[in-house]
Structure formats: structure tokens, C-alpha cells
């Protein structure tokens, strides 16, 4: 994530923000430009003669991002990808709502950082388009205990009492997955999203997939049902980024691509803050050492940003424990992960003349 500044004060201010917290000023996002944007007196934002308005969800503080004034439907480009959104006069269900479009709105933002569309032609003439579910008891009451976070044909449904910490917390330990966040969940799923966007169409990139992850073939619910009874294989460390990877090649192309998504929004928010690490206790320096100068969505090498990543989650894992709170990123890369996440990287730099 960039870092911005307030163009009234030119104080810092972050993604999320719709005031400023030096000089109070209403601001927005404004998605084509990457910018935060101070209101001019009269709560008016207006930039290169082009006036402004707040997303219609900014009324239920779920959406801080700016739209061309006249704009119809008066929703932003993150929140127009919404087909349904939870009971919002259920105050607990707005909350929980709130946080998912926070999260979501980042999602988006690194989709757009990587030219990625939402929308897709097929060969059958029909359009795969990107939506998102958000359900709870308050939008499916009959058998609420049986929403899915889940993708299907391009639409993303996401359970909202996984916006509920403790239930999640609860799931996190039962499932044993380290890294069962929001974002997390938005990472994964978009995954499948775009295998079917622009690996499953064009035969070449499905060959080379199946050389990398296997043949997704294999019947998935069989394959699913031998995970959840026997666990993954003990070896599965060797060649897999998380246990659930193993269970079947889209999990692994979608725990991988998840893992993607986290490495590049880390890096590029390291790179805009300057960070520098620089351990005191090797004789090799260089050993660790990293001063974030790589802009991870303007590099090709991946081998280059993944080497910049590793010394910085060892700074910030240790700097999480002296705080008494688990590492921020608790996985080890290996060989055959780190060529996986190359292969991403390679594949959307190539496919990006493609869309």
C-alpha cells in the first residue's frame, strides 16, 4: 500500500481515511488516481476540474472513495462489484459488513495495481464478471450455518461471521490456518477467480499450470474429503506454502496466489515507508539486510522482491514477538514455492498486453 498525504496540511494520511487527523479536513479516495484528496471549503473535493462525490456506501461508513460528481449508479469501482451485502440494519451485521468492505477495497486496490480486470470474455460468448456475496443469517435465515465462503463462475460469497474475530479465531484454530484473515479470505478466492479468467481458457497457460501444480482433474470433492480425513501428506512442507495447498492443485494455485497478493502489498508498503533493515549480529551483513527499494508491481525479477520480503518478515516477525503477538507472516518459503510465486508473477506481467 502507497502511503499519501493530505493535500490541504501535506500531513501523512492512509487508505482508509475520510478525515484528516491534523487539520480535520473530509477526504476521499480517488481510485483511478491513487490519491487522497482533501474537500475544498464547503465540503466540496474537486481535482484537475473534475468535481467529486463520496460513494453512496459512505453513508454507512463502509466506503471512503470518490466518484465523478455526476456519476450513475453512485457507487464506487469497489463497491459496484456488490450483489449482495448483509441486513445493515442489523447493527452487529453492519459492523461486520464494514470491516469486510475494508478489507475488500484493498483487495481491489492491488488488483488494480496489477491491471488485473473484473471482467472476462469467454469462448462461449458469455462474460465471467466478478461479484461478491456477503450473506449471514440476516440475508439467508433458513440455514444460515450452512454459508460458504466460497467462488463459483466468478462470484465470491464470503460468510460475514468471518468478520466476527472470535468465530474466526475459533475457525483459525479448529482449521489450523495460520492466516485466517479477511484479506485472507478475499486472497484466496480471487485466486479462483482469475484461474478460470485466464489460466482454464487458453490451453497454453493450462499446460504449463499443470506442469507447476498438477492436474487439476483430479475430482476436487474426493480430494477435499482425503484432506479432511487423513491430512496433508508429512512431506507436504517440501512442496506446498501451506498445508492446505496440498489438498488439491486449485488450493495450491489459490493459496499461492493468495501468498502473492500478501508479498506484494508488504513490499510495496515497506518501499513507500522507507524501510531499512540492517542486523547487528552478522559478520555478513548482507546476510539480512534489506533497504526496500524495489517497487514490487514495477519489478520484473520476482527473485528480487522475494529476496527484499524474506529480510523484512524477519524484521517484523521478531518485532511483533517483542510485542508479545504471534509473527505477522509465519511461513517458510521454500524452493518450490518461491518457483511458483515467480511463475504468478511472470504470468501477469506477460498477460498484461492480453487484456
Known amino acids: 500500500m502507497k502511503t499519501f498525504t493530505c493535500n490541504n496540511c501535506n500531513n501523512i494520511v492512509f487508505f482508509d481515511n475520510d478525515i484528516c487527523g491534523y487539520c480535520n479536513s473530509l477526504l476521499g479516495y480517488w481510485n483511478e488516481e491513487e490519491k487522497i484528496i482533501a474537500a475544498n471549503p464547503g465540503t466540496a473535493f474537486s481535482e484537475n476540474n473534475t468535481d467529486f462525490k463520496y460513494c453512496k456506501n459512505h453513508q454507512y461508513s463502509a466506503c471512503n472513495w470518490l466518484i465523478p460528481d455526476k456519476s450513475d449508479p453512485e457507487f464506487c469501482e469497489a463497491c459496484k462489484l456488490n450483489s449482495i451485502i448483509p441486513n445493515i440494519g442489523d447493527v452487529k451485521r453492519l459492523e461486520e459488513w464494514r470491516l469486510i468492505e475494508l478489507a475488500k477495497h484493498r483487495l481491489i486496490y492491488s488488483l488494480n495495481k ?26 439467508n435465515s433458513e440455514n444460515p450455518q450452512k454459508i460458504l ?37 478475499f486472497r484466496h478466492e480471487i485466486g479462483h477467480f482469475y484461474w478460470e479468467a485466464i489460466i482454464l481458457p487458453h ?53 499461492t496466489w493468495a501468498h502473492y497478493l500478501h508479498i506484494m502489498d508488504t513490499v510495496e508498503t515497506a518501499y513507500y515507508f522507507g524501510v531499512k533493515t540492517e542486523p ?14 524495489i517497487n514490487p508491481y514495477k519489478e520484473t525479477d520476482f527473485d528480487a522482491i522475494v529476496n527484499e520480503y524474506i529480510s523484512l518478515t524477519i524484521a517484523i516477525n521478531s518485532l511483533n514477538r517483542g510485542m508479545g503477538l504471534s509473527d505477522i507472516y509465519p511461513f517458510i518459503l521454500n524452493n518450490k514455492d518461491i518457483s511458483k510465486l515467480g511463475y504468478i508473477h511472470k504470468l501477469l506481467l506477460n498477460q498484461r498486453n492480453t487484456f
Open 114 to 139: 496489477l491491471q488485473l480486470p473484473f471482467k472476462f470474455k469467454q469462448k462461449e460468448g458469455k462474460d465471467l464478471k466478478l461479484q461478491f456475496r456477503f450473506l449471514g443469517s440476516g440475508t
Open 149 to 185: 465462503t466460497g467462488h463459483l463462475n466468478g462470484v465470491i460469497t464470503l460468510n460475514v461471521e468471518e468478520a466476527d474475530d472470535l468465530k474466526r479465531e475459533k475457525a483459525r484454530m479448529q482449521m489450523g490456518e495460520k492466516m485466517r484473515t479477511l484479506l485472507g479470505h
Open 203 to 255: 490451453q497454453e497457460n493450462l499446460n504449463q499450470f499443470r506442469k507447476i501444480f498438477g492436474d487439476e482433474r483430479k475430482n476436487y470433492s474426493e480430494a477435499l474429503q482425503e484432506y479432511y480425513k487423513k491430512g496433508p501428506a508429512e512431506d507436504w512442507r517440501e512442496f506446498f506454502i501451506t498445508k492446505y495447498a496440498s489438498s488439491h492443485p486449485w488450493e495450491d494455485w489459490a493459496e
Open 280 to 293: 547487528k549480529v552478522f559478520k555478513d551483513k548482507q546476510l539480512l539486510s534489506s533497504g526496500i527499494t
